[in-house]
């Protein structure tokens, strides 16, 4: 098993005709998933790597009954290009692009919701069920089938996590690289809820950074509600105090959203914090 992407997935890729979107279909098909359709106003009836292209997600549901979309669609269209595939009937979007404006994700998330809809992100790497389905931008040949599922707010830190990981030996159910936006469609209490439904995850990796309070309303949510063996690595603890930070979500307010908060949170909440990256997967090996 594995969580939100699988073998199942039938992917719709939006914006197929442009360079991101045509690089990372031909990347995601490399790697086994079933990449059915992609979507590109005004080319529709024309192919990407063998892969239909329509007008409408619509006319490509209605085509190639895509179950899951990805967006690589510019910042200022890519709210339509959301609103579109879940008013079309999809029920996961993976939303790669970044610097969508703050008030378009502010209308995103809740429209979602009240569809029954996810959104993976924005601005983020995507999700991966190794072995199964890539639905993202991540470097493939550094993840594993396993057991530990891993969801993170940062998409480089979680690529030098799962490498040191997967060179340990452990390998990986789903790793669900969720943004570090401060808007975004799945939160790090739900990826936990879902990691600790499925049952081919035995352990959980979660990989926070400052800004926000994701980690500490994690660390809550983990005393009450998840029995797995859950360890933590939290970015940015030799960010100077006071300092401005250049990621959208690295936002310290009223002493919460430090380093040192969200790591005294989850130790409080029995979560061991690795202090580098690598030592991740030396905690895993004491779970």
Request: some cysteine; overall charge neutral; hydrophobic content about 40%.
């Amino acid at each position: 098993m594995s969580v939100l992407v699988a073998r199942r997935t039938r992917l719709l890729v939006q914006g197929i005709t442009g360079h991101q979107g045509t690089f990372h279909a031909r990347a995601m098909r490399e790697y086994g998933t079933r990449v059915v359709a992609g979507t590109s106003p005004g080319k529709g009836g024309t192919e990407v790597e063998g892969v239909p292209v329509y007008d409408t997600v619509r006319d490509a549901v209605k085509g190639k009954r895509p179950n899951t979309s990805i967006l690589f669609v510019p910042a200022p269209y890519a709210k339509d290009a959301v609103i579109e595939a879940i008013e079309a009937g999809l029920r996961l979007v993976v939303v790669i692009t970044e610097r969508i404006p703050f008030h378009d994700a502010l209308e995103l998330v809740p429209f979602a919701r009240t569809k029954g809809a996810t959104i993976v992100g924005p601005n983020c790497p995507g999700v991966i069920s190794p072995g199964e389905a890539k639905v993202g931008i991540m470097p493939s040949h550094i993840f594993a089938p396993g057991d530990v599922g891993v969801v993170s707010r940062s998409g480089t830190l979680t690529y030098e996590i799962v490498n040191a990981m997967t060179q340990e030996g452990f390998g990986q159910s789903t790793c669900i690289g969720i943004g570090g936006d401060p808007v975004i469609g799945t939160n790090t209490v739900e990826a936990l809820a879902l990691f600790q439904k499925d049952r081919a995850t035995k352990r959980i990796v979660v990989v926070g950074e400052i800004g926000g309070t994701a980690e500490e309303e994690a660390a809550e949510y983990i005393v009450d509600h998840v029995t797995k063996p859950v360890v933590a690595y939290v970015a940015g603890r030799t960010a100077p105090p006071g300092k401005r930070m250049g990621h959208a979500g690295a936002i310290i307010q009223e002493g919460r959203g430090t380093a040192e908060s969200k790591a005294k949170a989850f130790e409080a909440a029995g979560v061991p914090v690795a202090e580098y990256p690598v030592d991740v997967a030396k905690l895993l090996a004491d779970t």
